[in-house]
């Protein structure tokens, strides 16, 4: 099967109207896809005016805003025109990137019709939970997760450590790689620039401790406030820089006052203000691979991270950056500080975290989608031979 007979329907809950690492990826995706010759058209939520265009044809599914984080939407099903039009374009795979409502009613569509269904994930929803407060329902959570996944023909995750903790949760038998590139003529460290530093009142002897991500609480902002506390009681010359925008800004720039605050940023604005940093803190446990820890390292920033999920899979501990018990304040400020006392170390983490970014390369990657798709479609129709 060529790439030229793919005809995929993607149903996402966020495909561009927020901007975030899994969406990127996902129009990253759809753009290789197109450029193989692949038929594609999604199927999301759509706004007035989302953060970037889409890349190919998208389709808009009915919505909510979510209470309390009406930047979100919540997809509603797939309405009569929607099935209709899926009727007219006649994929022979759907491929699902978030599990609500619509991803539910997509994979019953592609059942009923003896289609494959593939699902990726992005990140640890149940995780979210505690950060809400809402940790008892947690195991209903992953009860209507575990349905929905046992459901498709396969999943697809952008790392090992991702896929060991599904398959203990046993989410489905048939897990494939998917891993992240990073665009690195964007990311380098050649994107430094010391003069920008000091536009912003940043001292050449202050270790400038990144945050690159959405701000929301679920990032672990609490962790990361905490850690820059503990730096300044230690007495360590350091400057917080925040890149990002989101809810939880005020609360951030309230509990960070002296941080100096990006709002969003892309492009080269984006990788300047990365590449000027000195280390990049990312604290959460939420993420399914961690875009924004590639990106650092494509800039030949060391990372201090949280052993979890998203950071495990690239972080080498000790040669890239350090990984952290989650929530261990001391911890992180002790990995912080071992680079602010000794630079070439900094530099050295940073050098190896550049050469592995130099080997995720977005289109190898993106293959290996396409031979996912293939291996679902061979084994269904394999099975209706079978059947005949």
């Given at each position: 099967?060529?790439?030229?007979?793919?005809?995929?329907?993607?149903?996402?809950?966020?495909?561009?109207?927020?901007?975030?690492g899994?969406?990127?990826?996902?129009?990253?995706?759809?753009g290789?896809?197109?450029?193989?010759?692949a038929?594609?058209?999604?199927?999301?939520?759509?706004?007035?005016?989302?953060?970037f265009?889409?890349?190919?044809?998208?389709?808009?599914?009915?919505?909510?805003?979510?209470?309390?984080?009406?930047?979100?939407?919540?997809?509603?099903?797939?309405?009569?025109?929607?099935?209709?039009?899926?009727?007219?374009?006649?994929?022979n795979?759907?491929?699902?990137?978030?599990?609500?409502?619509?991803?539910?009613?997509?994979?019953?569509?592609?059942?009923?019709?003896?289609?494959?269904?593939?699902?990726?994930?992005?990140?640890?929803?149940?995780?979210y939970?505690?950060?809400?407060?809402?940790?008892?329902?947690?195991?209903?959570?992953?009860?209507?997760?575990?349905?929905?996944?046992?459901?498709?023909?396969?999943?697809?995750?952008?790392?090992?450590?991702?896929?060991?903790?599904?398959?203990?949760?046993?989410?489905?038998?048939?897990?494939?790689?998917?891993?992240?590139?990073?665009?690195?003529?964007?990311?380098?460290?050649?994107?430094?620039?010391?003069?920008?530093?000091?536009?912003?009142?940043?001292?050449?002897?202050?270790?400038?401790?990144?945050?690159?991500?959405?701000?929301?609480?679920?990032?672990?902002?609490?962790?990361?406030?905490?850690?820059?506390?503990?730096?300044?009681?230690?007495?360590?010359?350091?400057?917080?820089?925040?890149?990002g925008?989101?809810?939880?800004?005020?609360?951030?720039?309230?509990?960070?006052?002296?941080?100096?605050?990006?709002?969003?940023?892309?492009?080269?604005?984006?990788?300047?203000?990365?590449?000027?940093?000195?280390?990049?803190?990312?604290?959460?446990?939420?993420?399914?691979?961690?875009?924004?820890?590639?990106?650092?390292?494509?800039?030949?920033?060391?990372?201090?991270a949280?052993?979890?999920?998203?950071?495990?899979?690239?972080?080498?501990?000790?040669?890239?950056?350090?990984?952290?018990?989650?929530?261990?304040?001391?911890?992180?400020?002790?990995?912080?500080?071992?680079?602010a006392?000794?630079?070439?170390?900094?530099a050295?983490?940073?050098?190896?975290?550049?050469?592995?970014?130099?080997?995720?390369?977005?289109?190898?990657?993106?293959?290996t989608?396409?031979?996912?798709?293939?291996?679902?479609?061979?084994?269904?129709?394999?099975?209706?031979?079978?059947?005949?």
């Amino acid at each position: 099967m060529d790439a030229s007979d793919l005809r995929i329907a993607l149903v996402s809950g966020n495909y561009n109207y927020v901007r975030d690492g899994a969406n990127q990826a996902l129009n990253r995706l759809v753009g290789y896809l197109l450029r193989q010759g692949a038929h594609v058209r999604a199927y999301s939520p759509t706004v007035e005016k989302p953060a970037f265009p889409p890349t190919g044809d998208l389709v808009s599914l009915p919505s909510f805003a979510l209470p309390g984080r009406d930047e979100y939407r919540l997809p509603l099903g797939l309405p009569l025109r929607v099935r209709r039009d899926l009727a007219g374009f006649a994929p022979n795979i759907v491929h699902i990137a978030s599990p609500d409502i619509s991803a539910h009613r997509a994979v019953s569509w592609a059942r009923r019709r003896d289609i494959p269904a593939i699902a990726s994930v992005h990140t640890r929803f149940e995780t979210y939970l505690s950060y809400y407060h809402l940790e008892p329902l947690e195991p209903t959570v992953r009860a209507i997760l575990r349905r929905l996944y046992r459901r498709c023909d396969a999943l697809l995750v952008p790392a090992q450590s991702t896929a060991a903790v599904l398959r203990a949760q046993r989410m489905n038998r048939n897990i494939a790689m998917w891993a992240r590139g990073v665009d690195r003529e964007q990311f380098h460290p050649g994107r430094r620039d010391v003069g920008w530093r000091r536009s912003l009142g940043i001292a050449d002897d202050e270790l400038v401790v990144v945050f690159l991500g959405r701000v929301v609480m679920e990032k672990a902002l609490d962790v990361f406030a905490d850690t820059i506390d503990e730096l300044s009681r230690r007495g360590l010359p350091h400057k917080a820089l925040v890149i990002g925008e989101g809810p939880a800004r005020p609360w951030f720039q309230e509990r960070l006052p002296q941080a100096h605050f990006t709002g969003q940023l892309t492009g080269e604005l984006l990788a300047r203000a990365l590449a000027s940093g000195d280390v990049l803190l990312n604290p959460s446990v939420t993420e399914a691979f961690g875009n924004v820890t590639l990106e650092a390292m494509a800039c030949a920033l060391p990372v201090v991270a949280a052993e979890a999920t998203g950071a495990t899979n690239l972080v080498r501990d000790g040669e890239t950056g350090m990984l952290v018990e989650p929530g261990d304040i001391a911890a992180f400020a002790d990995a912080i500080a071992a680079y602010a006392a000794d630079p070439a170390l900094r530099a050295g983490h940073g050098r190896a975290g550049r050469a592995y970014a130099e080997t995720q390369d977005w289109d190898r990657i993106n293959a290996t989608v396409v031979d996912t798709y293939r291996r679902a479609i061979e084994r269904r129709e394999r099975l209706r031979r079978m059947k005949a």
